[in-house]
C-alpha cells in the first residue's frame, strides 16, 4: 500500500548551461492513501534495475508502471521525444552507472525483457526551467516507476550533470528527497561538478514539506537524509556479476561439426532455462561479433576459411546476471579427428602440422587434436 505519492520537479543552475534555472515546483501529493494509517515495514535489500531509455516512447496515463510505458504524471503522458544523436549517450550512461556503481543497482540503456525496473525516460521535452520529474515513492513502494530528465544529445550540459539529473530522478522513485548540499546527487540545483549520493546525515530541503521522513528517520535525525544510507539499504553494495553456467547454449552448429571452406551456416544460441536476455553477445576464436537483445540470438555466416573454430556466447538477463555458454569447435575443411565417419585418413598432426584457427586463437587448446585435410583425404583416398 502506497502511504504518498508524490511528484517531484527537479531544475538545475547547472554552470555548464546557459541562463540560471531555479526549483520551480515543490513535491505535489498525487494520491494519499489511507496516511500513515499503516506503517510500512522497509523491504530486504534486492538488486535494483534502471533502464535510461534514450530511445523515446509513448506513455499512457495511468498507474505508474514502466513495463506498460504507463505514467501517473498526466502531462507527461503521449509521445516522449528521444535522446537525438548517440554521440553522449554512451558517456551519459556511464556516469549514471557510476553514480549508483556502489550499490546493487543494474543499470542499462536496453529494455529488460523481463522483470521489474525503473525507466528514466531522457529526451529534449520542453518543461520550461524543470529539468526533470519524477514521482516521490517513499519505501520503493512501486516497483516500476517512470521517471523523466529532459536532455537531450548536444544541448551544453556535461555527461555527468545530465546524469545528475537522471540519478536524482531515478533515487526518487526510491524515496529520496532534495538536501541541501551541492556534492549530493538530491541537491535541487546544480552547482556543477561530479556530485555522488553522500554518506552524511544532511537538511531535506524544502522544510517542512518532506513526504518520506518514516523512510529518512532510519538513518538520521528529524528532518534529514543520509542518501547512501538509504541506497545501501534498500538495494545492498554491489556485488560483481558472477558467471552462472549452463542458462545459455549455443544449439547449432553442434561440438564437433564439420563444414566445407566458405559454407554459410547460421550459430544460434538459445536460453537453457527459458529466460530471456537483455543482451547476448557471440565470440569466436575470442573476437566479439555482435550482440543480439532479442531472440532469435543467431549469427548469419558467410562461410570461414579453413581451421578449427571455436565459438561461445555470453548472455545478461534482465536482473544482470551474466552466463557464458560451453564452447563449440567447429571444423571448417576439416574431419574431426573424434568423430568417426569412416575416413580416418590422418595426414597431419596439430599443432605443427596444421592450421591454428585465426587471430586470437588461444594457443596449446589443440595441442592435441589431430588434424585432418579433407582435400588431401580425397586425393589419397580412404586406406
Ligand atoms: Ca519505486
Ligand atoms: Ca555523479
Ligand atoms: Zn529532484
Partial sequence: MLAWVA????????????????????????????????PIAPKAAARGVVYVNFDGATLAFGQDDATAD?????????????????????????AVQLDFSPYDVVVVDNRPSAGAYTMAMVGPHDAGTVLGIAPLDCFDEWPS???FAFHSDGDNYSASSKANTISQEVAHSYGL???????????????????AFLDQCLPIVPAPDIACGQQHAEHCPDAQQNSHRELLRRFGPAT????????????????????????PFEIVAQSVDGRDFANVVLFVNEANIGGRTEAP????VDGL?????????????????????????????????????????RVARGPDGGPTGGPGWSAGVFAVVWLIRRRRCATLGPT
Fill in 7 to 38: 511528484w517531484i520537479a527537479c531544475a538545475w543552475a547547472a554552470d555548464d548551461a546557459p541562463g540560471p534555472r531555479r526549483v520551480s515546483a515543490d513535491p505535489v501529493p498525487i494520491t494519499d492513501v489511507d496516511a500513515l494509517a499503516t
Fill in 70 to 94: 504507463r505514467t501517473i504524471l498526466e502531462e507527461l503522458a503521449g509521445p516522449f521525444p528521444s535522446f537525438g544523436g548517440s554521440s553522449q549517450r554512451a558517456a551519459t550512461l556511464q
Fill in 145 to 147: 516507476n517512470i521517471v
Fill in 177 to 195: 528527497e532534495h538536501v541541501d548540499h551541492a556534492g549530493d546527487i538530491m541537491y535541487p540545483v546544480s552547482s556543477g561538478g561530479d556530485p
Fill in 240 to 263: 560483481p556479476v558472477e558467471p552462472e553456467d549452463g542458462v545459455i547454449a549455443i544449439t547449432s552448429p553442434a561440438d564437433g561439426d564439420e563444414l566445407d571452406v566458405g559454407e
Fill in 297 to 300: 540470438y543467431t549469427w548469419a
Fill in 305 to 345: 576459411t579453413e581451421g578449427v573454430w571455436q565459438a561461445y556466447v555470453i548472455g545478461v538477463d534482465a536482473s544482470g546476471l551474466m552466463s557464458r555458454s560451453e564452447p563449440v569447435e567447429i571444423f571448417v575443411g576439416l574431419d574431426n579427428p573424434d568423430r568417426d565417419d569412416g575416413g580416418g585418413c
